[in-house]
């Protein structure tokens, strides 16, 4: 066990690992050249420059602890990878503070990042591409040993010794690679994460690509190793049955950020999120006596370049919060009127009322057809501010307003929702 | 006698990739066997007269034929014969002896000037498309620079800067081959560096240019090896052209761009003198070239070059090395096909 560890579980308060607003994202059109596009309908020169970015992780915060396993769960694309690959350094952070150990990551030169490194371990997704199929597993275990400048010798002995811990032979030293099936290549790519002796290690769906017996077998020896070592886990995954095995805390993410965080238990017992409560839905009942699973959630996961306003889920949320008097039809039509109007283009001309029946096939309560009215006068003067400002008061909190995560029940469960913090269903799984 | 340890062997190297298993695979193509044979010899000529030279003091080829740098102006012009089985050229010198000689030059001057283009252009393309950005522009750009010039010209032009000697030619010469292996590896490195093994060593907190020697070059040799055997020949026929130009190899050397270039005042009369050096850049050209294509196709995944089933080349249960087997074949007189199968497959 390093020094560093035991140091901090004198100091319980301080996080191993703090992130605050980390934000990665990458530009959608590399160098500059290719990021002007021609756009014939624009006054002066036709040109337009696109700068727009995949936000793939977009203002994430939390706080890991020694010795503790926060799992993080998402559907594909909604940033957990990158996440990890930030957080390990492998992509530049475009925002935010990554401390570790309570110092900046960003700001380390080479010998804190040498430091960081000894510290710090990664364990990939692919057992098949992880391991450079030209050298000996032997040589890729103690790679982390090499870059820390230890002798050949202590290299070699901790790396017949890290294979036996993980449940292979020392004998498989001078092997190569393909000689290896996925589970065992598994738990090579463990010993290389481990030999080091780091303090955090993050997993990247370290068993996504293994059959569900050795998942099982390289969960537990995870496990093992956490306990005989005081290991920190940072695990990503989608499979929320790994993380209810593995995760003393849990965190949902949804297209770049954080919309529900809490310890395990709670968090499947009593989602609050709606997109949690999906998830959770979603996951196949082994019990043959009950219905299939109902797929709540529709559609795919929007676009991280260009986000969905307000609350991210909005677009999907079986649980919309709906403006007094509208209904969901009604208020589809009022959204689509307001885009256009934040697009400063109205799709039709003539009185007000004329532009309002051309937008709305159904009734609207009173007082929002009268804003709607007021809208379209102002948007025909030009006033598209003022014609913004007079819809708000009929807009849905969901996609207007970004919620923020609020605690919910209990210090650390949090959740980023309009619904109120006590309207939380039970749930069984 | 070698081939049932190699047929016994190869369930195991069927699942190693890259060169050992390329080159295995060259076993199969009639044509990169031919091509390999033309090079043994080459490299066999080229071997014997170095060794003749530095080691011996030209004694050896003196003794079995003559001095390939000695004069003897009464058998300017000589036809073939017995004693020069190549024929003499205008200073008598015996050209059969000077054509083995021409091989050392021909070789070094192939694996030279290659060697130097394949480190240069392998290192250049590797970082650059490693790199990326700006330096991957740069690098490439300035590369191209240099591949939009033609060989033969930037070569004259380089040996007419720097002066007519053998290593100015080598050095012409890699110089001119690095833009074709740096455009190779580079679109090579540009698969690879995507791979999760590379983003593991940055992870571990390797080094770039470990990651680049150990992760990233390793698994691209491949296709650069292809390249620079085909281009082997390119090279050969490229200094013979600079030698035949007056630039090259200077005399007495025996080089065979050379040999062509004064053979050219008796080509009627006297036929011999050029045929044979021809002949030979001919042959070396061809050998290496078919070689780099037998390469090129065991390096393909999707044709194999070996039959998927040979009934020749059964492995015959109970006989397990090659020691009882022809033990057998020669106790056995009831087995004379086991005999037939052990000779047929080398």
Redesign the interface.
């Known amino acids: 066990m390093s020094s560093t560890v035991e140091r901090r579980r004198e100091d319980a308060d301080q996080a191993l690992l703090s992130v605050e607003g980390l934000k990665t994202h990458f530009p959608v059109n590399?160098g500059v050249l290719d990021s002007i596009k021609f756009d014939r309908s624009r006054d002066g020169l036709p040109f337009t420059v696109d700068d727009s970015s995949v936000k793939a992780v977009d203002g994430v915060n939390f706080d890991l602890h020694a010795g503790e396993t926060l799992g993080v769960v998402g559907e594909s694309g909604c940033g957990k990878s990158t996440l990890a690959?930030t957080v390990?350094?492998?992509e530049d952070p475009t925002d935010g503070i990554i401390r570790f150990d309570g110092r900046d990551v960003t700001e380390f030169d080479k010998e804190d990042?040498?430091w960081f490194?000894?510290n710090v371990?990664?364990v990939?997704?692919?057992p098949m591409?992880?391991?450079?199929?030209?050298?000996k597993v032997g040589e890729i275990i103690a790679?982390?040993l090499?870059?820390?400048g230890r002798p050949k010798e202590e290299r070699e002995s901790r790396a017949m010794e890290l294979l036996e811990q993980v449940g292979l032979e020392s004998d498989y030293y001078g092997r190569?690679p393909?000689?290896f099936s996925g589970g065992q290549r598994q738990r090579i790519?463990l010993a290389?994460a481990l030999s080091i002796n780091p303090d955090l290690v993050i997993a990247d769906e370290p068993v996504s690509g293994l059959d569900m017996s050795v998942q099982a077998q390289i969960l537990s020896l995870m496990n093992d190793l956490q306990d005989e070592y005081g290991l920190t886990y940072l695990f990503i995954t989608h499979d929320l049955g790994v993380i209810r095995n593995m995760a003393d805390r849990v965190a949902v993410m949804y297209v770049g950020d954080f919309v529900e965080t809490g310890p395990t238990e709670q968090l499947f017992t009593e989602p609050h999120h709606p997109y949690t409560r999906s998830l959770l839905d979603a996951v196949p009942n082994p019990n043959p006596d009950t219905t299939g699973v109902v797929a709540e959630l529709k559609g795919d996961v929007p676009s991280p370049t260009n986000p969905p306003s307000g609350c991210k889920f909005h677009t999907r949320c079986p649980a919309f919060v709906l403006p007094d008097g509208f209904t969901e039809e009604g208020y589809a039509e009022f959204a689509e009127f307001r885009d256009d109007v934040v697009a400063r283009d109205l799709d039709a001309d003539g009185s007000p009322e004329v532009v309002v029946e051309s937008y709305f096939d159904r009734n609207l309560p009173g007082d929002a057809r009268r804003a709607v009215l007021n809208a379209v006068e102002a948007a025909q003067k030009g006033e598209w501010n003022g014609a913004l400002e007079s819809l708000e008061a009929h807009e849905s909190p969901c996609d207007s307003v970004k919620p923020e995560l609020e605690q919910i029940s209990g210090p650390t469960h949090h959740s980023a929702c309009h619904l109120p913090a006590d309207e939380r269903e039970a749930f069984e799984w | 006698m070698s081939s049932e340890s190699s047929t016994a062997t190869n369930t195991e190297f069927e699942?190693?990739?890259?060169i050992v298993a390329t080159l295995k695979e060259l076993r199969y193509s009639p044509t990169a066997v031919s091509g390999g044979f033309i090079v043994a010899i080459l490299i066999g000529m080229g071997l014997f007269s170095t060794i003749d030279l530095y080691v011996f003091d030209k004694q050896l080829i003196t003794a079995l034929l003559a001095d390939p740098h000695e004069m003897d102006q009464i058998n300017a012009y000589a036809p073939p014969s017995a004693s020069h089985p190549m024929g003499t050229d205008q200073f008598g010198r015996d050209v059969f002896a000077r054509v083995i000689y021409g091989s050392r030059i021909a070789l070094a001057i192939g694996l030279i000037a290659v060697g130097i283009s394949f480190v240069g252009g392998v290192l250049i393309g590797a970082f650059a498309a490693y790199s990326g950005?700006y330096t991957d522009d740069v690098l490439m750009r300035l590369i191209e620079v240099l591949y939009s010039i033609p060989g033969l010209v930037l070569a004259m032009t380089l040996m007419a800067i720097m002066g007519a000697s053998i290593y100015n030619l080598f050095f012409a010469y890699g110089i001119i081959g690095i833009p074709a292996y740096a455009r190779v590896m580079r679109s090579e490195v540009l698969s690879i560096r995507e791979?999760?093994?590379v983003?593991?060593?940055?992870?571990?907190?390797?080094?770039t240019y470990?990651i680049l020697l150990?992760?990233i070059i390793?698994?691209g040799f491949a296709a650069v090896l292809v390249q620079a055997t085909l281009s082997l020949g390119g090279v050969i026929i490229g200094a013979a052209a600079l030698s035949f130009l007056g630039f090259g190899v200077q005399p007495p050397t025996a080089s065979w761009g050379r040999m062509l270039n004064t053979a050219q005042e008796a080509l009627l009369i006297a036929p011999w003198v050029a045929a044979f050096p021809g002949l030979m850049i001919f042959l070396t050209v061809m050998g290496f070239n078919m070689l780099g294509d037998g390469l090129r196709d065991a390096m393909d995944p999707k044709t194999s070059l070996k039959n998927s089933y040979d009934e020749d080349n059964l492995p015959v249960p109970g006989a397990d090395d090659s020691g009882t087997r022809t033990q057998t074949a020669v106790d056995d007189p009831t087995s004379p096909n086991i005999d037939l199968q052990d000779g047929g497959d080398d």
């Open positions: 590399t690959r390990v350094g492998l990042e040498r490194r000894e371990q990664m990939f997704q692919d591409s992880s391991l450079n199929p030209r050298r790679d982390p090499e870059a820390a190569y393909h000689e790519n290389r | 699942a190693e990739s890259g950005g791979e999760e093994y983003d593991a060593a940055r992870a571990a907190g390797l080094p470990k150990r992760e390793p698994n």
